[in-house]
C-alpha cells in the first residue's frame, strides 16, 4: 500500500510534445506538492495545493499546469515541452505546510 | 527569502567512521527542520525531523541531529557509518510563519566504502 504514488516512473518524449503525470495519496493529507529535481539533485518546489486550492506557485513557465481534482490527486501537465525540461519530478503530500511531507517515487522526464 | 546551505558536496567516508552533515539556514523567524534521505535510484526519505524541545533528535538508523538556534544550524550526525548509508542527504526548512514552504539545501552526496 504505497502512500504517495506517480505515473508514469519514466517518461520519454520529443520537444514541442505535451505530457501528463499523475500523483495520488492515501495518507489523508490536506496538502499535495510537485517539486522538480535537476540533474545535480537540486530540488526546487514548483506548486503546492491545500484542499485542491493553489497555494504556492513559484516561478515556473506557464506551460506547466497543475490540476487537483480531489484532495488526494494532483496532476502535472506540461505542454509544448522544452530540452530543459528533463528532470526528476516527486509529487509530496503533507499534513499541513509545516509538517514533514512524504514523497512519491518520482517521474523521470526525459524531452530528446 | 529562506535558504538552506550545505557545507559539504561530496563526502568519502569509510566504514566504521564518524559522520557529520553541515546545514545552515537563512532565516530569522521559527522554523522547522527536517533532514531526508535519498538512496540510489529511490524517492526522498524523511531521517529526522525538529520541531520544537530538545535540540538533539534522533532519528532512524542511528542517526541524530542538534539544533543550534544561535548558529542557524542543524547538523546531521552518525558515530558509525555503513556501506548502506551511501546516498544523497538533503536538509531542509520551512518556517511556520509565512509562505511556510519547504527549502531544499544542494544536497550532499555520501560515499562510504566498504
Known amino acids: 500500500d504505497t502512500a504517495v504514488s506517480q505515473t508514469p516512473k519514466y517518461l520519454v518524449t520529443q520537444m514541442g510534445n505535451d505530457k501528463s503525470i499523475k500523483c495520488e495519496q492515501n495518507l489523508g493529507h490536506d496538502t499535495m506538492y510537485w517539486y522538480k529535481q535537476d540533474s545535480k539533485k537540486f530540488l526546487k518546489i514548483m506548486f503546492s495545493?491545500?484542499?485542491?486550492?493553489?497555494?504556492i506557485n513559484e516561478t515556473v513557465p506557464n506551460r506547466f499546469s497543475p490540476k487537483s481534482p480531489d484532495k488526494a490527486h494532483l496532476n502535472l501537465h506540461i505542454n509544448s515541452l522544452e530540452l530543459g525540461d528533463s528532470a526528476v519530478y516527486f509529487c509530496?503530500?503533507?499534513?499541513?505546510?509545516?509538517?514533514?511531507?512524504?514523497f512519491g517515487p518520482g517521474t523521470r522526464l526525459t524531452v530528446l | 527569502a529562506q535558504s538552506v546551505s550545505q557545507h559539504n558536496h561530496h563526502v568519502i567516508l569509510s566504514e566504521a567512521a564518524s559522520l557529520e552533515l553541515g546545514c545552515n539556514y537563512s532565516?530569522?523567524?521559527?522554523?522547522?527542520l527536517f533532514w531526508y534521505v535519498q538512496y540510489p535510484g529511490q524517492h526522498l526519505q524523511l531521517l529526522l525531523k525538529y520541531f520544537s524541545g530538545d535540540p538533539l533528535v534522533k532519528g532512524i538508523k542511528g542517526f541524530e541531529a542538534e539544533f543550534i538556534k544561535s548558529k542557524f544550524s542543524f547538523n546531521l550526525r552518525k558515530p558509525s557509518v555503513q556501506w548502506s548509508d551511501t546516498a544523497e542527504y538533503f536538509c531542509a526548512v520551512t518556517s511556520i510563519q509565512g509562505a511556510q514552504k519547504l527549502v531544499f539545501g544542494q544536497g550532499t552526496r555520501l560515499t562510504i566504502n566498504p
Open positions: 532565516y530569522g523567524g521559527t522554523v522547522n
Open positions: 495545493y491545500n484542499n485542491k486550492e493553489l497555494i
Open positions: 509530496a503530500s503533507s499534513q499541513s505546510t509545516v509538517h514533514e511531507q512524504f
